[in-house]
């Protein structure tokens, strides 16, 4: 179905030579797979370290004089050990001999910790009979350290679309004064990202040991669904909400691109895995239009009452102006006649509460203010739910039978999802509810 795919393997899938091995078969099962990204090895116990962090810890031995050639011999062997069991002619003394001059040379953290995957993406290369291709390259930074994508998007395409097949490390690129430069944590993603855009890629894979984006919490809810699609605006409601699954930053340039990402997992092959979309297509018809319900306990509501408010026409302005003071962000606000609520969970509103509250006092003359603590929002994620008839029964059928008193309800301008706040002490019960009701029954 597709023609070009940029898979991106994590460290999980590199751990060792067994994982290498079988993320080389995955890569061979689909001739589309013809960009491979590489992050480096990561742990294979719960007491192992990843060889980023060795070569962190060894760039900063070295450059505080300590005893650093231990950590170093431990990469070596790591290396050494992964290359012996793959049965592959490759050279891992040079490399290392390689990184120690670096080191000697007092090359920036950033080049040493860039070896890992640069080492990784060499092997791989090695086992797949592939080209490797540098990631210095093909991908510029300018002077601030942004990405320069105008370079980096015509000079990776010219390189790899005449190639059938590549392998490129992922994590680093190079600066205009030809130093390495790393992206932050996890920056593999952002290379296969970038990788992407520049092939105008049908699809990323992201290929991880953890793959599924779940449509609850599984702290609350036992085994709960995966969610099979979900598009980037929904996947940002659960970022929101504090679920990660997805480091946002490092899909923008295929965000843009419309390039969609699909998340694998490494250890349950035949699963498809999460479907990450720029948009859903008119076309497209989903089982369930409810996605996900994720949810956050412990906002401030802070109630305003004033007589015909919605007439006073610097009043919103006003009162933005007292948070934009105190740098504290206004979360939602819901606005009546005369009443407006603002949730808030900047914990800084705790701190200056009664500042604020005397300036809102002083500036806006209100007959009474309130705070309400203990506030939990839950959210119904489904992209076009509030054109479906009979979805707010539902929702609110729910959690009425369960109880629960609704607070709060917000529904947005987007028509991506409907806000909910609930006390705290009803967070758990509803989040089960709506689980129950709109997910599991598939409603
Ligand atoms: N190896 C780097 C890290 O541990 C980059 C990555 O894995 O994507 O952060």
């Not at 090895?41 to 370290?49: H, M, N």
């Not at 009546?336 to 500036?363: A, C, Q």
């Not at 007959?367 to 707010?392: A, H, P």
Request: charged letters at 25%; one cysteine or more.
């Amino acid at each position: 179905m597709y023609q070009t795919i940029v898979a991106k393997f994590g460290g999980s899938s590199l751990a060792d030579a067994s994982h290498i091995q079988k993320t080389a078969s995955i890569i061979s099962m689909d001739p589309a797979r013809r960009y491979v990204v590489t992050s480096s090895p990561g742990e294979r116990t719960d007491d192992d370290i990843k060889i980023t962090d060795m070569l962190y810890m060894c760039h900063s031995r070295f450059t505080n004089r300590e005893n650093y050639q231990d950590m170093l011999n431990a990469i070596h062997l790591r290396f050494d050990e992964i290359v012996s069991e793959l049965g592959i002619d490759f050279n891992v003394s040079a490399e290392i001999k390689e990184l120690q001059k670096n080191l000697m040379l007092g090359r920036s953290s950033d080049f040493i910790a860039s070896r890992g995957e640069f080492i990784t993406a060499k092997i791989m290369a090695k086992v797949l009979g592939w080209k490797f291709i540098d990631a210095s390259d093909m991908i510029f930074f300018n002077n601030d350290g942004s990405l320069n994508e105008l370079k980096t998007f015509s000079t990776a395409s010219r390189i790899l679309k005449p190639l059938e097949h590549a392998v490129i490390p992922g994590f680093y690129g190079i600066m205009p004064n030809g130093s390495i430069k790393t992206f932050t944590r996890g920056g593999s993603d952002t290379t296969a990202s970038i990788i992407a855009r520049a092939l105008n890629a049908d699809l990323y894979e992201k290929w991880t040991d953890k793959a599924e984006i779940f449509s609850a919490d599984p702290s609350i809810i036992d085994s709960p669904k995966a969610v099979e699609n979900i598009t980037y605006k929904e996947l940002h409601e659960l970022s929101y909400m504090g679920f990660t699954v997805l480091n946002e930053d490092s899909v923008f340039p295929i965000n843009r691109a419309g390039i969609p990402v699909n998340i694998r997992d490494t250890n349950n092959i035949n699963d498809k895995g999460t479907l990450i979309l720029p948009e859903l297509p008119e076309d497209f018809a989903r089982e369930n239009m409810f996605v996900c319900v994720a949810g956050k306990r412990g906002f401030r509501v802070l109630q305003i009452e004033k007589y015909k408010l919605n007439k006073e026409a610097p009043f919103a302005a006003k009162l933005f102006n007292i948070f934009a003071r105190y740098n504290i962000a206004c979360e939602h606000c819901l606005s009546g006649i005369d009443i407006v609520s603002l949730v808030l969970k900047n914990p800084l509103f705790d701190l200056r509460r009664s500042e604020i509250i005397s300036e809102i006092k002083r500036e806006l003359n209100p007959e009474n203010v309130e705070v309400k603590t203990n506030m939990s929002l839950i959210s119904v994620i489904g992209q076009g739910m509030g054109t479906v008839k009979g979805v707010f029964a539902k929702v609110f059928n729910a959690l009425a039978n369960a109880g629960v008193k609704v607070k709060m309800i917000d529904q947005g301008s987007d028509d991506l999802n409907i806000i909910l706040g609930v006390d705290d002490e009803d967070y758990e019960r509803s989040i089960r509810a709506l689980y129950n009701a709109l997910i599991l029954k598939n409603a």
